[in-house]
């Protein structure tokens, strides 16, 4: 009778667990898609609660929260797209939780190093690739980098920016093969020669392309990216226990691990 009693109550608790555990759905950034989904096993086997992941650019990410599809925690590549969310008072407040910044991925055989990279970029024989201002925040980076070179060489604002091709970053853009990095991909498959890139997507593409090249962009030219973290107003607890484990040691050793710089002080 009391090994039913014990079995019963053990039956009762286990239901309680499996009752609490929560769902997080959350939306971001492309550029995050092996850290995060290493961090949402992570956060799962610590707590139980499931981690239900959405991937894309930013910018597009934004839109689809704002116009009410079903986000509990928002991970951009960029501050201004969670501040926005927050100013509309559809989120809570904004935190940077990782770094990055932007390399060139070149393709094999193209002699190229920081010192000419500019030169390069300018060159009208080089396909020069980026992601979609206005939509990735991988393209807004590199249309910094373009604003930059204007006061290294004038007019190369303008010139960079006509001949800049947008290959990622909407809904229409070409897709890899599935598990390929898409900026491998596209220089592989001869559509870029030079890729402005966030330095962990280089880092992934060369990893599968390793006759693809990392150039560090110059001191003149460097651009960093800071990522924001923001929980959408009505998510459950679990998504603020999210939050909280990727501002933690250990989800900030997960993203370092992936070459991120930490999001901290």
């Given at each position: 009778?009391?090994?039913?009693?014990?079995?019963?109550?053990?039956?009762?608790?286990?239901?309680?667990?499996?009752?609490?555990?929560?769902?997080?759905?959350?939306?971001?950034?492309?550029?995050?898609?092996?850290?995060?989904?290493?961090?949402?096993?992570?956060?799962?086997?610590?707590?139980g609660h499931r981690v239900l992941a959405k991937f894309g650019p930013s910018g597009v990410l934004e839109k689809e929260i704002a116009?009410?599809?079903?986000?509990?925690?928002?991970?951009s590549a960029n501050m201004d797209y969670p501040q926005a969310l927050n100013r509309s008072n559809k989120s809570g407040p904004v935190l940077r939780f990782a770094r990055n910044k932007l390399c060139a991925l070149v393709k094999p055989g193209l002699v190229v190093d920081s010192a000419h990279l500019l030169d390069r970029m300018l060159d009208p024989a080089i396909k020069l690739g980026t992601s979609t201002p206005n939509s990735d925040p991988s393209g807004d980076y590199a249309f910094d980098v373009f604003r930059k070179a204007e006061a290294l060489k004038p007019g190369a604002r303008e010139t960079l920016e006509k001949r800049?091709?947008?290959?990622?970053?909407?809904a229409e853009s070409a897709a890899p093969p599935a598990g390929h990095s898409v900026y491998g991909w596209h220089i592989a498959e001869g559509r870029a020669d030079i890729f402005l890139v966030y330095c962990t997507a280089a880092a992934e593409a060369h990893k599968q392309y390793p006759g693809q090249q990392i150039v560090q962009l110059p001191d003149a030219l460097a651009v960093g990216a800071d990522y924001g973290l923001t929980v959408i107003n009505g998510a459950p607890a679990a998504a603020e226990q999210f939050a909280q484990f990727m501002l933690s040691p250990a989800g900030q050793t997960i993203l370092i691990g992936y070459g991120?710089?930490?999001?901290?002080?």
């Open positions: 009778m009391r090994l039913t009693s014990c079995c019963l109550i053990l039956a009762v608790v286990s239901m309680s667990t499996i009752v609490r555990a929560e769902d997080v759905h959350l939306y971001a950034a492309g550029s995050l898609r092996a850290a995060l989904t290493d961090a949402g096993a992570a956060f799962t086997a610590k707590t116009g009410g599809a079903k986000a509990d925690v928002f991970a800049a091709l947008k290959l990622t970053g909407t991120f710089a930490s999001g901290q002080p």
